[in-house]
């Protein structure tokens, strides 16, 4: 059997056992199965070393840059002229995005090196609060440990998508019956197929673009901003089918879930117990955040909460989409932390944690 057979094949069995999770998550109403359903199975299935073909399950490195930026667009389909209206009055949550991100990174850093007996590096890096790519880099670049670095930042971007969509579908039971998109059929026209192409352009430059020029979460924001642009003054009416959508949930799922490692179980098991000491000073901590915002009129707690947890920018979004909230407001919060992240977080580290006394050994 050729490489390349083995590639193709192996990234079908991958795609089949995510089907299997999806349709187990939508058996047990698990809310946004298409994403967390495979998410766990891939997981679980990665983590216990399990071979097909010869090999862990896996996805090809490019299906995750090709599937995001369909996120990206389906999130700013949502942007019309009221939105872009009502977005003077969102800016006292935004800027509460700076002190939140700075608070949240030092209180999880103090946790970790308290709790977890974590070395300042390790424990700085991994409480980073976005930016897994850069806050792994620069960790192992001032000598920390990188593979609990990207341990710690899956595990709790993990944990945060398996219990967010509880909670708030908990709190706004209504909220997980409300489907993400209108479920009309498209009619294919030769002018709903050059918006597509238009559509499907743009994206990829944007995309590109961003990622040429350092755009932090490159391949989801690029995308949004450029869609944004298009919908918000009609140039563009055309919606992403749900099909594509769900298939995109399914791609980042089991990317997320492919990450882990059969060598992991070890250092993940003793990690874990962090990971959910983090989780949980991050709901506490964006959910005070969201109740003093809710109190100074700027939104609803849930949306507000979603726009303040913990997770990755395009998995957040997705579960405001699926959830009937506002996935615009959601993603603005959220590309906010990001940018906020990888430019303040170096800053603080040089400044406030490289020069503290290292009393703790590394573990």
Do not use: C
């Not at 609990?148 to 909220?175: E, G, K």
């Not at 920018?313 to 906010?336: K, N, Q, T, Y």
Request: aromatic letters at 8%; hydrophobic letters at 55%; glycine letters at 8%.
């Amino acid at each position: 059997m050729t490489a390349i057979l083995r590639n193709i094949l192996l990234t079908g069995a991958t795609v089949v056992v995510a089907l299997l999770g999806v349709l187990l998550a939508k058996l047990v109403h698990m809310p946004l199965p298409w994403m967390l359903g495979s998410l766990v199975i891939t997981m679980a299935v990665s983590l216990l070393d399990v071979e097909l073909f010869g090999s862990r399950l896996k996805l090809p490195s490019w299906s995750r840059a090709l599937f995001v930026p369909i996120l990206g667009i389906a999130i700013s389909s949502r942007v019309t002229p009221d939105v872009v209206a009502g977005l003077i009055h969102w800016w006292p949550s935004l800027l509460t995005v700076i002190p939140f991100v700075v608070a949240l990174q030092l209180l999880n850093y103090r946790l970790f090196r308290s709790l977890g007996g974590y070395d300042k590096v390790t424990a700085y890096f991994s409480a980073s609060p976005g930016g897994l790519v850069e806050a792994t880099l620069q960790g192992a670049n001032n000598g920390g440990v990188p593979t609990r670095i990207v341990l710690q930042h899956s595990a709790r971007v993990t944990l945060s998508l398996l219990f967010v969509p509880w909670f708030i579908s908990a709190l706004v039971p209504a909220a997980a019956a409300r489907g993400p998109l209108p479920r009309d059929a498209v009619f294919f026209s030769s002018g709903i197929a050059a918006e597509f192409a238009v559509l499907a352009l743009s994206a990829a430059v944007a995309a590109f673009m961003a990622t040429r020029f350092r755009i932090p979460a490159s391949v989801m924001i690029g995308p949004f901003l450029v869609g944004a642009v298009l919908y918000a003054t009609g140039s563009i009416s055309v919606q992403v089918p749900v099909p594509l959508i769900d298939l995109a949930q399914l791609i980042i799922g089991a990317t997320l879930g492919t990450r882990f490692r059969p060598n992991d179980r070890k250092l993940l098991v003793s990690s874990l117990w962090m990971s959910i000491v983090a989780l949980i000073s991050s709901f506490v901590l964006a959910g005070a955040t969201s109740i003093l915002l809710y109190l100074a009129g700027v939104g609803s707690i849930p949306i507000l909460f979603m726009s303040f947890s913990p997770g990755g920018l395009a998995e957040m979004s997705m579960i405001a989409v699926a959830l009937g909230a506002d996935p615009v407001f959601v993603a603005a919060h959220h590309m906010v932390r990001i940018i906020v992240t990888v430019t303040i977080s170096p800053y603080i580290f040089a400044h406030l944690i490289a020069g503290e006394h290292e009393d703790v050994n590394r573990r």
